[in-house]
Structure formats: C-alpha cells, structure tokens
C-alpha cells in the first residue's frame, strides 16, 4: 500500500511532537533527561511487531526471528516516521537538559 507525501509528513510530525511531549512530561516528573530515549526502542518494538511482551521470555528465538523478519521488511516511509519518534524523545532530553542548564529548577 503506499503511503502519499501529505500522510507521511503528517505522520513524521505526530509521531516527533507526541515523543517530545511524553518524553518532557517524564523528564519533569521523574527527573531523568534520558528516559523516553532509553524507553523509546522498547515502544518501536511494541508498534511494529505483534508477539505478547512475555514469548520474548518464554519463546525468545522464534520471538527474536519474528522481530527480526518484521523489522526487516519495513517500508521506507515506516522507518521514517519511527525515527521521527525517536528525535523527538531526544530533543525532549536535549530541551530538559537546555532548560535545567539555563537555572529552571522545577526541570
């Protein structure tokens, strides 16, 4: 299916101001500037494979080869919009650390 111009740049913005949104709102409250960052690769796993969280235990080489085939057969536009999601968590952490630098203490 393709995807037009219009839905992928919408699509990239979404997904990097939702990020950068959840990304500052923990980085305020739990006072960690890299979190959403770190948490991020866990979500992008979630979004793009369907396997329950507890087969990468349980079932962990078939859950891996599962993971592995899906990421790997992901379309350009896919790959765009995650990594948009991933820019967005890290500019939360850059903007955190910004701001704290600059003497805003309740960040």
Do not use: C
Not at 43 to 68: C, H, P
Not at 88 to 107: E, H, P, S
């Amino acid at each position: 299916m393709q995807m037009s111009i219009v839905v992928l740049i919408i699509s990239i913005l979404l997904f990097f101001v939702l990020f950068f949104g959840i990304g500052f709102i923990l980085n305020m409250l739990l006072r960690m500037s890299w979190i959403m960052a770190i948490i991020y690769p866990i979500i992008a796993i979630f979004i793009v494979d369907k396997v329950r969280f507890i087969e990468y235990i349980t079932n962990s080489k078939i859950a891996f080869q599962d993971l592995g085939q899906k990421l790997g057969s992901l379309a350009t536009a896919d790959v765009l919009i995650l990594l948009s999601g991933l820019a967005g968590a890290i500019a939360a952490g850059v903007t955190i650390k910004m701001l704290r630098k600059n003497g805003y203490q309740m960040f």
